[in-house]
């Protein structure tokens, strides 16, 4: 493993970290406050945080090629930002 992969590896972690957390409070808001718009907020966010958790193991687990892996981040990615735009968009 070279360092620049221990730094992805790292960094994708605290990535997953912080994204679960997002995803886990506006979850928590949205079954406080029953507002369709939290509950595509943290839809929006668990995407986004699946997309990076998904393409680090694809790239580190199943030896995946680097541009596969940046196609399904960039993918998930678009398709979670565009849910958190809705959110942000709906009342």
């Given at each position: 493993?070279?360092?620049?992969?221990?730094?992805?590896?790292?960094?994708?972690?605290?990535?997953l970290?912080?994204?679960?957390?997002?995803t886990?409070?506006?979850?928590?808001?949205?079954?406080?406050?029953?507002?369709?718009?939290?509950?595509?907020?943290?839809?929006?966010?668990?995407?986004?945080?699946?997309?990076?958790?998904?393409?680090g193991?694809?790239?580190?687990?199943?030896?995946?090629?680097?541009?596969v892996?940046?196609?399904?981040?960039s993918?998930?990615?678009?398709?979670?930002?565009?849910?958190?735009?809705y959110?942000?968009?709906v009342e």
């Amino acid at each position: 493993m070279t360092h620049v992969t221990t730094v992805l590896v790292a960094l994708k972690t605290i990535t997953l970290g912080l994204g679960g957390l997002i995803t886990f409070f506006a979850y928590r808001a949205y079954r406080r406050t029953n507002a369709q718009a939290l509950g595509a907020l943290a839809l929006g966010f668990a995407i986004v945080t699946f997309g990076a958790l998904l393409a680090g193991a694809a790239h580190q687990a199943f030896g995946m090629n680097t541009d596969v892996v940046l196609v399904i981040e960039s993918a998930l990615t678009t398709a979670g930002f565009g849910v958190i735009v809705y959110s942000l968009y709906v009342e």
